[in-house]
């Protein structure tokens, strides 16, 4: 991994065409400016983290093993969503 | 009533005020837009969330609260505006929101659920988005393991 260490108002280029600006660099938290062709998808990791796990979720999983699992487990059941009377 | 053709239950009824509608559909599955809940007593707290479009595509979830007690929603202003509620402050678990997360199987076999991105349907008028949380540092494969030691927080 290439690292870098930029002030706020200074920049990176990827490639000629991609260019990542520092807008705030706070305590936490940093403010990004992605300036990139339309053809360039820019998006938070946590997306692509969740379209691949969402597709993992959705194959075929064997509905008797998973109970098996959960059976061994302890997972709250009472009540399965907040304070229901 | 109308009926769907489930995954796992064969063809089933379900009422219209049923469904579950995700303006957004799912990352990945942007499509489907319509979902009911399948609640078996004999699978609970696992619950069936079957889509109305696609009657092979089901995912297994568990409510939030099942598998971490402590679970804190981080929903973005952009989720809780397409779920129609208060944007200043954190939607009540049971009480506004039913709040799920699915379960998949990893290429090891072991189960996890993806506590990074709930499905957080609002009760009063079941919308609902794949709200991926913010500033938080819950995974998209929390292990659900059993004999595990309790996850001690610093």
Redesign the interface.
């Known amino acids: 991994m290439l690292v870098v260490r930029r002030r706020e108002g200074e920049s990176v280029m990827i490639g000629g065409e991609i260019e990542v600006v520092i807008l705030e660099a706070g305590p936490n938290?940093v403010k990004l400016g992605i300036m990139a062709p339309r053809e360039v998808l820019v998006f938070?990791k946590?997306?692509e983290?969740?379209?691949?796990?969402?597709?993992?979720?959705?194959?075929a999983?064997n509905?008797a093993d998973?109970?098996g699992?959960?059976n061994?487990?302890k997972?709250?059941?009472d009540?399965?969503?907040?304070?229901?009377v | 009533m109308p009926e769907c053709v489930t995954r796992y239950f064969a063809v089933m009824e379900y009422s219209e005020d049923a469904v579950i509608r995700l303006p957004n559909g799912l990352p990945g599955f942007e499509q489907e837009r319509e979902f009911v809940l399948i609640d078996q007593p004999s699978h609970r707290p696992m619950v069936f969330f079957q889509s109305l479009r696609t009657p092979h595509l089901c995912f297994l979830a568990l409510p939030v609260l099942s598998v971490d007690r402590a679970y804190r929603l981080a929903v973005t202003p952009d989720d809780l505006a397409v779920l129609q509620l208060d944007l200043s402050r954190q939607p009540k678990i049971g009480d506004e929101v039913m709040c799920l997360c699915f379960i998949a199987s990893g290429e090891d076999r072991k189960m996890s659920a993806n506590l990074l991105s709930p499905i957080v349907i609002n009760i009063a008028t079941r919308v609902a988005v794949q709200a991926i949380q913010t500033g938080c540092h819950y995974s998209h494969r929390h292990p659900l393991t059993a004999g595990e030691p309790e996850a001690v927080c610093s």
Request: proline share 6%; aromatic share 0%.
């Open positions: 938290r938070r946590e997306l983290l969740t379209r691949e796990q969402n597709r993992a979720a959705a194959t999983l509905v998973i109970t699992v959960l061994g487990l997972l709250s059941t009540p399965p969503e907040g304070d229901h």
